[in-house]
């Protein structure tokens, strides 16, 4: 089975989307198994999902995951299981991976991140070592982590066009840094298999394209469940040459906002949906819940306040925001406790290894919950059930059986879309 058991936060039967998923679970797998013989799985990816029971869709799609010491721990050896094949498929005859992590030394709890992402790896059979870009890291260095945990830290050297650490000649490098920066000339030209690839960072890639293969990808697994493509997608549109310090591209912006405004509607009125429509507004590049907005009127991105455009103006390592994606908003209405909560699907390769709920107590259901306040939520093995079953509407596993197809659904999209940026 390719998704755990969890124990869902959202109570009730499970909505018609997730039992027409359900009774179509093996026509779905089919389908899945011939995409991935046509296209390369990612190394690995989270996927951030929003679940408004008349609608549950990919919002974004991260390929330099960093949250895997929030995943529970019984996930532990779907994680190893899955990146042994990964592994595999990167270099057969794997010895010694060498880890590059991002620049955040501050936040222990991300270097938990890098200490469980290590883990896998080592029990997945190879030596790893894990290799700083920060200048000040020359020698070896050693971070007390808030777990009990110390995670050794050590500076990259080049040879030629191989990177090392230490005496540690690698096969693979893997990145869990997204590059927002650019790229080092450190990791320039490598010879080695770099994963994800060079290119697939945050300094080229763009969501707008992501959500353009999605839009494919969708269009064919909508017509296998015949199920209206909208309820598992989000509208999109790219507004292009924005500066909102000048308040540049400002009626391009309006204009988007009020074009999917109206499509929303259209739909919410043919479903009979009462909620009020609104959209995301976010930088086209970039992590981290910076750059984002919810509006549900037109004018309100014509008349920002210079906090407002200043938030929205720059994104991760001081980066300008030059373009922005208006997505469709989908509202989150589960909960953990009384606080909104979205679920976020991990994987390695293309297996689905575990989930999180994201929790924010000072956000509503319309608002971006990766902010500053938010706490995470590990997915729980449940009992008694043991897997999905159509037959069995209360049954806890069914609902994420739904998220983690969705998930993939937006790996296969990131597959698609790493193949069309390949220089």
């Not at 222990?108 to 896998?120: E, S, T």
């Not at 197809?405 to 296969?412: E, N, P, Q, T």
Request: proline share 8%; charged share 20%.
């Amino acid at each position: 089975m390719t998704v755990p058991r969890l124990t869902t936060a959202l109570t009730g039967p499970i909505q018609e989307l997730e039992r027409q998923i359900l009774h179509a679970m093996p026509d779905i797998e089919h389908w899945l198994r011939s995409q991935w013989q046509e296209h390369s799985t990612p190394f690995y990816a989270s996927v951030d999902l929003r679940n408004a029971g008349f609608k549950l869709a990919p919002v974004d799609t991260n390929l330099f995951p960093g949250g895997f010491n929030n995943l529970n721990p019984d996930f532990h050896p779907l994680c190893v299981q899955a990146a042994m094949i990964a592994i595999e498929k990167a270099c057969p005859d794997a010895h010694r991976i060498v880890l590059v992590p991002e620049n955040h030394t501050r936040n222990l709890f991300y270097l938990q991140n890098v200490a469980q992402l290590a883990a896998i790896l080592r029990h997945a059979g190879v030596e790893v070592r894990i290799g700083s870009l920060l200048p000040e890291i020359t020698t070896p260095t050693a971070f007390e982590l808030p777990n009990g945990q110390t995670l050794l830290l050590e500076p990259l050297r080049r040879v030629g066009n191989r990177l090392l650490v230490g005496d540690c000649d690698p096969c693979v490098v893997l990145l869990n840094n997204d590059l927002s920066g650019g790229v080092p000339a450190i990791l320039e030209n490598l010879e080695q298999t770099v994963l994800p690839p060079i290119h697939t960072g945050w300094y080229a890639r763009r969501k707008s394209n992501h959500f353009a293969a999605y839009n494919e990808v969708v269009k064919d697994f909508a017509s296998l469940l015949s199920i209206d493509p909208w309820v598992i997608n989000p509208y999109f549109e790219k507004c292009g040459k924005i500066d909102f310090q000048t308040r540049q591209g400002e009626a391009c912006l309006e204009g988007y906002v009020s074009e999917i405004l109206t499509d929303i509607r259209q739909k919410y009125t043919e479903y009979g949906i009462k909620e009020e429509p609104f959209v995301i507004v976010k930088a086209d590049a970039g992590t981290y819940g910076m750059g984002i907005m919810t509006v549900k009127d037109p004018s309100e991105v014509k008349g920002l306040n210079r906090k407002q455009r200043n938030k929205m103006a720059v994104v991760k390592e001081g980066l300008s925001v030059q373009d922005v994606i208006v997505q469709e908003g989908v509202y989150s209405f589960e909960t953990v406790g009384e606080a909104v909560a979205e679920p976020v699907v991990y994987m390695i390769d293309h297996f689905v290894v575990g989930g999180f709920y994201r929790v924010h107590g000072g956000r509503g259901t319309d608002q971006n919950l990766n902010a500053p306040g938010m706490q995470f939520s590990p997915l729980a093995f449940a009992e008694p059930c043991s897997s999905p079953n159509p037959l069995d509407p209360g049954c806890p596993p069914n609902r994420f059986y739904a998220y983690g197809v969705i998930a993939r659904l937006a790996l296969l999209a990131a597959a698609i879309e790493i193949e069309r940026m390949a220089p």
